[in-house]
């Protein structure tokens, strides 16, 4: 329970931050094209990756608890290379949480677009993203302790289905 009272990340926050990173909307997009393409076949590749995200996870969850600060692979880099690798595994990953965020909220609005077929228009679409984005970005400026409960609900409801 200490995980959910302290500004650092714990163990489970950064196992489920570990999962939510690999997990993204892939999981709920890419089943039915791979099941189309391959078919039974699909259910070992999906094992075989779900192990490969449960190791990834571990070993983040295993190196933050060696670490004090906040940061993840940008501390772990820096420490272990120096200011350069540190620097480039920080824009790297700025980099790539932008186009992360931008896939799974357009993946989530192209799955939504079944249900409602106005947030895959065009127009609306580019509202629909923009908004999403803010939201988020809100979110995210709440803090650590705010995001790390709500990564946590998010990674098990992701987990569930």
């Not at 200490?2 to 997009?29: A, M, Q």
């Not at 259910?43 to 449960?54: F, H, K, M, R």
């Not at 249900?115 to 228009?121: C, E, N, V, W």
């Not at 995001?147 to 990674?155: M, Q, V």
């Amino acid at each position: 329970m200490d995980d959910l009272k302290s500004n650092k990340l714990g163990f489970w926050s950064i196992f489920f931050l570990g999962i939510n990173s690999i997990i993204g909307s892939g999981i709920f997009l890419l089943p039915n094209k791979a099941y189309a393409d391959v078919g039974l076949a699909s259910l070992i590749v999906i094992l075989i990756n779900a192990t490969l995200a449960l190791f990834l996870a571990l070993c983040f969850a295993e190196t933050a608890s060696i670490f004090d600060k906040n940061g993840s692979s940008f501390v772990y880099a820096k420490e272990a290379y120096g200011n350069f690798v540190g620097f480039e595994i920080g824009i790297f990953a700025w980099f790539i949480g932008i186009v992360s965020w931008a896939a799974e909220i357009q993946g989530f609005l192209t799955a939504f677009g079944g249900i409602y077929p106005i947030t895959i228009d065009p127009y609306y679409n580019k509202l629909f993203v923009v908004g999403i984005g803010v939201f988020l970005g809100v979110l995210n400026y709440l803090g650590v302790k705010f995001s790390k409960i709500l990564n946590n609900l998010i990674t098990v409801s992701k987990l569930l289905p």
